[in-house]
């Protein structure tokens, strides 16, 4: 029977250690964890009736309303909005901490130099000295690497982080824009029914003074006057509001006085082509994000399990010294070595923190289908406010028809004496109250569109965006980490 010798012993001692360590690593795929084949449960018409936005990929959505006022105020908020500024500082540290899990994978060198002078009886005396140390690590394991595409990886992330900082940023000054110039024309809407309003009073007055209409009916348009005058200030207050929002969302203060000008609220915009849910994976960069992150904690799990196997160190040490400067590459000592550290107990340290990382990379997978799940949610819920949105203004419509005609037949039955003028002052404040409800309604319809671009994404045009605000040498990484 043969008996292995003690050194083989330790061999397979060793070997068994190493295997017991090689564990694979979790896998997840990024298609398979959600079921995104099929289509959302409302479709979209692409039809003449309906037609859809056609912009280049690469164009920002926004740019559909043909608003050069808008489109500056985009530009000024993409490079002084503080949030997003704050988002690219943090690319940038991500970017910086990549580099330095690079330099892990190269080798160091360090020199060191030294003068010493030695005073005495007789002359004077110096002695020079040169110490160069080279070192690196033999990366059999993959630890370095691993650490290396996991900092890489969540650098990407952050890239997409300012992407959807991009996306939610232009969201916001949309639909502050459109609040505005929804606010100044509630607030001409108002006004010219004041407007009507006093006018009629007055009428009222004359024919009370006349003996041909009652003190009731002064006293009713009266009452009619003063609730459209009390509507007034709410628009004011909102408008100003929403103009220090926007001011904000550019980078600015108040006190510059950003000045929108007044126009016609723009029509909503065209429902867009919403392809399939899988469509998200690529056009929402939180999704895209997320899974960075999740690849991210893959590599952070293998750098784990490498650091409980051993390292191994290259080392090289070069030294010189004379008495005169010119003399100091005359002699010198090279000094090879090689050495080899494996850990034997640290009381499970190691092994807890695999699977601490092995955890990281579970939460993270789950994040990530919670990010895709929100999503196409999101896309649903946009599409079923828009729909609806879109039949309550029909409706609306028809009702203010309904509400025109009624209100040219009181005045008619009032002027002819056979109604009470309480029927004028009804179907009046109906008629006013719906134009002012359709125009609150537009509103939202328009801000429902915006709601559904933001939730379809954008990273193609967000992708076009200046990533470095100040730092022009840094370069963001956009290429995955591949595993060898």
Request: hydrophobic share 40%; net charge neutral; with cysteine.
């Amino acid at each position: 029977m043969l008996r292995a010798k003690p050194h083989h012993n330790s061999v397979l001692i060793m070997l068994a250690f190493v295997l017991s360590g090689c564990q694979h690593l979790p896998t997840y795929d990024q298609k398979s964890s959600v079921d995104l084949e099929h289509p959302y449960n409302i479709q979209v018409r692409t039809d003449e009736e309906t037609p859809s936005s056609q912009l280049p990929v690469n164009v920002g959505w926004w740019e559909l309303y043909a608003d050069e006022e808008l489109n500056t105020l985009m530009r000024q908020a993409f490079a002084k909005n503080p949030n997003i500024n704050q988002i690219r500082a943090r690319l940038n540290q991500a970017n910086a901490l990549a580099k330095q899990n690079r330099s892990s994978r190269l080798p160091s060198l360090n020199i060191a130099g030294a003068r010493s002078t030695f005073e005495g009886d007789n002359n004077p005396s110096s002695d020079y000295a040169l110490i160069s140390t080279a070192s690196f690590e033999l990366d059999l394991w993959g630890k370095n690497k691993a650490n290396h595409a996991a900092a890489k990886l969540n650098a990407q992330a952050s890239t997409e982080d300012l992407h959807t900082a991009h996306i939610t940023l232009s969201a916001s000054i949309v639909e502050n824009w459109l609040d505005i110039l929804s606010l100044l024309e509630q607030e001409t809407l108002i006004r010219k029914q004041i407007k009507v309003n006093r006018t009629v009073l007055e009428l009222q007055q004359k024919r009370f003074e006349m003996g041909s209409s009652s003190a009731l009916s002064v006293l009713q348009q009266e009452e009619i006057l003063a609730q459209s005058e009390a509507n007034l200030p709410d628009i004011l207050s909102a408008e100003k509001q929403a103009l220090n929002n926007l001011t904000l969302l550019v980078g600015h203060t108040p006190y510059k006085g950003l000045i929108i000008s007044e126009k016609t609220s723009p029509a909503a915009l065209p429902i867009p082509l919403t392809g399939l849910p899988s469509d998200l994976l690529e056009n929402r960069p939180d999704i895209i994000a997320a899974w960075l992150r999740l690849r991210s904690a893959q590599w952070a799990t293998k750098a784990a399990w490498a650091n409980r196997l051993p390292n191994f160190d290259l080392s090289a040490t070069y030294t010189t010294s004379a008495t005169a400067l010119n003399s100091l590459f005359n002699t010198w000592l090279l000094d090879l070595a090689a050495s080899v550290a494996a850990p034997v107990f640290d009381g499970g340290n190691r092994k807890a923190e695999q699977f601490r990382q092995k955890a990281i990379a579970d939460e993270r997978y789950h994040a990530y289908r919670e990010t895709v799940l929100n999503a196409v949610v999101e896309v649903e819920n946009a599409l079923i406010r828009n729909i609806y949105q879109d039949q309550k203004i029909t409706a609306l419509n028809n009702q203010l028809l309904a509400s025109d005609k009624t209100l040219k037949q009181a005045q008619l039955s009032y002027t002819n004496g056979s109604s009470d003028y309480v029927n004028v002052l009804n179907s009046l404040n109906n008629t006013q109250s719906l134009v002012q409800q359709i125009t609150r309604e537009h509103l939202k319809q328009a801000k429902e569109r915006v709601s559904l671009y933001r939730a379809l994404g954008g990273r193609s045009w967000a992708a076009n965006l200046p990533i470095e605000q100040n730092d022009s040498n840094s370069k963001t990484i956009v290429k995955d980490v591949k595993d060898d």
